[in-house]
Each structure stands twice: as C-alpha cells, then as structure tokens.
C-alpha cells in the first residue's frame, strides 16, 4: 500500500512539473504594433498631446506596442505608409489626398485634425497692399504641391493672376519654413504663404506682415492643415483599434480645446523633445489662436483640394468621395 501511494505521489508529482514546463515554454500571445506619424508641429497637435500622455500605450498597455514615428514633410510620411511602415498617420490634407489617388484608393482619410493656421505674409518693404499687387513678385511657399501652395494657387487664380510656370508673372519659390524667414530678411522673396507657428515667427521677426490672415486665406479658414489617414489593410484587419484611436483622437481634441494653455505647453516641451527648441510663449500663443481643433471634415474643401491637385498636375485624376474617405470619418 505505500508503494502504491509512493507511485501515486511520484505521478501526481511528474504531471505537474511536466504541466509547469509546457505552461512556461508556450509563447506569450503576441502583441500588434502600431506605428503612428506625425510631425513636430502645432497643428498635429492631437497626435503631440497624446504621445505625450501616453494616451494610446495606456488605452492598449495589454493588446499593443505603439510607436511614434517624426516626419518633416508629407512625401516623406506618404513613402512609409506605401512601405508599410506607418499604420496611422498625421498630415496634410494634400499629402493625403497625392497617397490616396496613388495608392488607387488604399490610403484613406479617417478623420479631421486641425482647421486654417496659414497666413499669407508680405514683405514690409514690398510695396504689395492687396492681392492683385502680387503681380511680378516672388512668393514663397514652404514645399511644391503641399497645402500652402495650393491656397496660394487659389488665391492667385481668385484674382486673375498666374506663376510664371503658367504663363504668368507670380514667381513661386519652394524653401523650408526657416528659410522662408531669411529669404524675406534678405529680400529674396516678396511674400509667404506659410503655417503656424512661422506665421506668428516671421511676422514677429519684423520685416512682414500679414496680407491675408488665416480665415481670408481659403475657405473663410474652413479647410483643414492636418487630417489622419489610415490604409485599407489596418482598417480591414483592426476595425476595433481604429475605432478606439479615433476615440482617442476625438477626446484628446476635446480636452486641448477645453485646457488651451495646458494643451499648448505639453505640445511645446513635445517640440522641443522632438527639434530641440521650444516656441516662445507669445509665439505660441498667436500660433494658436489662428487654427482649429476640429475633427469634423468637411469633404467639399478637401474636393476642392483635389480639383485644383489635378488642374495643376500633382495628381492625374480627381477621386470619388467614397474612395477618398473612410466608413468610420467624423462627418
């Protein structure tokens, strides 16, 4: 009868450990990775604020590992999100617009980001007191093809004016934004149409000021400077995890629009982490006050994007409305 015990007890013994084995050696259940864009600029400022909470590692601490990928310029973002290397994205609706028509429709719009935020500025010395006087100037822009340019191109043809690529007399010069500010110091250009916060800056810097403010610049400054794509693969294969970042979006957007200053240091030291300056607090503080936080699209401006994309030549057709927004965008 020992025996008999001793066997049972060495049994029950060699179950367990062989049980303990098997339970350490299985694989843990793999996480998904989920790679996001944006730029380190006010006007993604949703996508700064919650990389700065931790919004998204918190809300999938369990389920995901989230990571934030810094762009300077939306070719740059359009070519990793065709690589598959960015799964969400921060940009400008024009960007986004180029990656959905060549992507045939992959790559979609989910939702708006912020509203205006670009001025048109002229040059204090330039001799330019309306739009019209642009005629045989120099105007800066800080990338061929991008939002700026566009509502510059818009502007122009509102006031019966063309770039010299066109016939016309409006020379068009593509430079980043701190160059734009050296190239009105010196002279090299007679305006800029540029976002926040080198609006504020270059105006700041005292050689110009604004033309054109943020609502007189396009569409009564109902157009939008920052939007979140999406591809059709990330959506089709995580429907619940862009539900839950468009929640995310949506309540971080509320929360910068009810707690501004808070919102706009946390946005600052994110800036700094990310170009190693910080704005000045006034600088900052116009920045703001000239865009909107806004998640709500309004599909007619973007349209409108499309139509003078295609008549200028960025893009070979205009898109349907349904290949250009998601299911799930804010309406």
């Given amino acids: 009868m020992k025996r008999i015990g001793k066997s049972i007890i060495t049994m029950a013994l060699l179950v367990t450990m062989i049980l303990s084995l098997t339970a350490c050696g299985s694989p843990k259940e793999e996480k998904t990775s989920v790679h996001i864009a944006y730029f380190p600029n006010i006007t993604h400022a949703q996508a700064l604020t ?9 809300k999938w601490k369990d389920r995901c590992d989230v990571s934030w990928k810094s762009f300077n310029a939306g070719p740059a973002e359009m070519e990793a999100i065709f690589a598959g290397e960015i799964d969400l994205g921060y ?12 992507s045939n ?9 912020t509203d205006a935020g670009s001025v048109l ?19 800066a822009v800080p990338q061929v093809g991008n939002t700026q340019h566009l509502c510059l191109l818009h502007i122009l043809e509102e006031n019966g004016l063309k ?12 430079s980043s934004n ?5 190239l009105i110091d010196n002279g090299s250009v007679d305006a800029a149409l540029v976002p926040e916060p080198w609006g504020t800056t270059i105006e700041k810097n005292g050689n110009a000021e604004v033309l054109l403010n943020e609502k007189e610049v396009f569409m009564n400054g109902d157009y939008p400077v920052a ?17 839950e970042f468009l929640e995310a979006h949506e309540d971080t957007s509320l929360y910068i629009n009810q707690n501004t200053g808070e919102a706009a240091n946390i946005i600052n030291a ?36 499309a139509r003078i994309s295609n008549e200028e030549g960025f893009i070979n057709k205009i898109p349907e409305e349904k290949d250009v927004f998601a299911d799930t965008i804010s309406q």
Avoid at 50 to 58: A, Y
Avoid at 281 to 299: G, V
């Fill in 270 to 305: 994110e800036i700094k982490e990310a170009t190693g300056k910080s704005l000045e607090t006034d600088i900052l503080k116009s920045a703001f006050s000239r865009m909107t936080i806004n998640t709500k699209m309004n599909k007619k401006t973007i349209l409108e994007f």
């Fill in 163 to 174: 770039t010299t690529d066109k016939g016309g007399t409006v020379t068009v010069n593509a």
């Fill in 91 to 102: 940009i400008g609706p024009v960007p986004a617009l180029s990656a959905n028509v060549k």
């Fill in 121 to 139: 500025l002229k040059r204090k010395d330039a001799n330019i007191q309306s739009v019209k006087e642009l005629d045989g100037k120099k105007v």
């Fill in 50 to 58: 919650m990389k700065s909470k931790k919004t998204l590692e918190e």
């Fill in 227 to 243: 939007v979140v794509v999406a591809s059709n693969d990330f959506m089709k294969e995580h429907p619940d995890l862009v539900k």
């Fill in 178 to 182: 701190a160059d734009i500010l050296n």
């Fill in 105 to 113: 429709g992959d790559v979609k719009i989910i939702s708006n980001a």
